[in-house]
């Protein structure tokens, strides 16, 4: 299925050289945009669950899209509670693409990962695991801001702490991914090359059988870089 995807092309081939001004700035003054209501309901509405379900390990899925991923992250791991979070309504609604019934654990949620991040920093709620599973590479390179790294937010994303990975079938992406960690004091990060045997997401599948190759990184988020972030 969909095995027709072309790799990504980019006149980028190395990590870009504005990367380390660009996470100092971000470091320097956090990212004060208002909250946006629609955000904060559906941070309401995870807060509700979550805090009902007994306040179990949190996985957060960044960017889900038809929240395969969450699905299986949620089978996976019962004694977690797994949410996905995308802003495309459309996708969010396509849950019903699942492969069985929605497991008890999962949540998928419409809202802007730049607010829920914060929202979840402000309610000092704590991620255990956080997937970033194929952004969007925007892999032109006056791009460089759209990328996750080059957000705004990325210091408060990783401020959420936990095992955090990132997937893409660039290895750019992933590289810069892991040079923004180091540049926020995440020691151990790893970068490889990556061959899932059960692919989770539907960008996964695609990318497998069109002969991509795949790349991933992460890395533990210790309490001394989160305490370095928020200072
Ligand atoms: C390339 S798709 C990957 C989807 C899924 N992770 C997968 O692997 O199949 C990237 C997803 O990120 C979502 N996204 C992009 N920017 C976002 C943002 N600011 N907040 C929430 N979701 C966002 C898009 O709507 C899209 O569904």
């Not at 923004?180 to 960008?203: H, S």
Request: aromatic share 10%.
């Amino acid at each position: 299925m969909h095995a027709n995807s072309r790799p990504v092309t980019s006149s980028q081939t190395e990590a870009h050289a504005h990367l380390p001004h660009l996470i100092a700035r971000h470091l320097a003054s956090p990212y004060l945009k208002p909250v946006m209501p629609y955000n904060r309901a559906a941070f309401d509405l995870f807060a509700q669950q979550w805090r009902s379900a007994g306040e179990p390990p949190l996985i957060l899925d960044a960017g889900c899209g038809v929240g395969l991923s969450t699905y299986h992250l949620a089978a996976q791991s019962p004694d977690s509670f797994v949410v996905g979070v995308d802003q495309s309504a459309d996708r969010i609604d396509r849950k019903t693409q699942w492969p069985g019934p929605p497991p008890p654990n999962a949540l998928l949620l419409r809202a802007e990962l730049a607010d829920f991040w914060r929202l979840l920093g402000d309610a000092g709620i704590p991620l255990s695991r956080h997937y970033l599973l194929y952004p969007n590479p925007w892999p032109k390179i006056g791009h460089l801001g759209r990328r996750w790294h080059g957000h705004p937010a990325f210091p408060a994303a990783v401020a959420l702490g936990g095992v955090i990975e990132c997937r893409s079938n660039w290895p750019v992406y992933v590289e810069e991914f892991a040079l923004a960690l180091r540049q926020l004091g995440v020691t151990d990060v790893i970068v490889e090359p990556f061959a899932p045997v059960t692919p989770i997401t539907p960008f996964e599948i695609k990318y497998l059988a069109s002969g991509h190759p795949l790349w991933r990184c992460h890395a533990q988020i210790r309490a001394n870089v989160i305490a370095g972030i928020k200072q």
